[in-house]
């Protein structure tokens, strides 16, 4: 079946510095990719859709210059927490649309803000 | 907007048992998709089974069943012979027929399930 994987499975960055996120299609080509977030216990924020070759759709409230989405490739797309702060440690999530009516997550990504 | 609700924040069921967990959404759209997710402690998400509004034949994948009311907007997950590997958060979720963004998945705020040997 259609698999993204998703690096790094966590990390632990200084506060101030950046921090990138990468989500591969591995069989498939991810024309779309949507990028979640989760904070314990809790469900799954969108926070942005990205299609191949083109500008990022952003949900309301979501900073577009601290979360930079870039979506190259059929097969790439990464999120960039750039200036991380503690308040932006939480679980990222991606998920690509495989065709038809699926979709396929990557295994998130626990970022911690120290 | 749509919206999903799922006003069971946690649940628990013998081994062996069945369970049911409850999903409404509302939406003014007469064709959607509706999903369950479960997302085990390792936090994967793992689709459970899928329904087509158009079609009034419940889904059911093995042990996994649904209870899809149309009318009521209610789309109740049935849990049969429950095993330890059942133990996880379920994630309700609604999906517009229609394409471009609004093809995003909209979940509720899940259920906790336990399941107890």
């Known amino acids: 079946g259609a698999v993204v994987s998703q690096h790094p499975s966590w990390v632990i960055c200084k506060s101030g510095t950046s921090v990138k996120i990468e989500c591969r299609s591995l069989d498939f080509q991810a024309t779309t990719m949507f990028w979640y977030r989760q904070f314990p216990k809790q469900s799954l924020m969108l926070m942005a859709t990205s299609n191949e070759g083109s500008k990022a759709t952003y949900e309301q409230g979501v900073e577009k210059d601290k979360f930079l989405i870039n979506h190259a490739s059929l097969t790439l797309s990464t999120l960039t927490v750039t200036s991380a702060h503690p308040e932006d440690s939480s679980f990222y999530i991606c998920?690509?649309?495989?065709?038809?009516?699926?979709?396929?997550f990557g295994s998130g990504t626990r970022l911690t803000v120290v | 907007a749509q919206t999903v609700t799922q006003s069971q924040p946690e649940m628990s069921v013998q081994e062996a048992e069945t369970v049911t967990l409850s999903c409404t959404y509302d939406?003014?759209?007469?064709?959607?998709?509706l999903f369950w997710y479960k997302q085990p402690p390792s936090r994967q998400m793992i689709l459970v089974i899928r329904?087509?509004?158009?079609?009034?034949q419940n889904a059911t994948e093995n042990r996994f069943s649904v209870n899809f009311q149309k009318a009521a907007k209610s789309f109740s997950l049935k849990i049969s012979d429950s095993q330890l590997g059942d133990a996880a958060m379920y994630f309700c979720a609604y999906r517009s027929p229609y394409g471009g963004a609004t093809n995003k998945l909209i979940f509720g705020t899940g259920t906790l399930l336990a399941v107890q040997p």
């Open positions: 329904q087509e509004a158009y079609k009034q």
């Open positions: 998920s690509a649309k495989t065709g038809g009516k699926g979709y396929t």
């Open positions: 939406t003014s759209e007469s064709d959607y998709y």
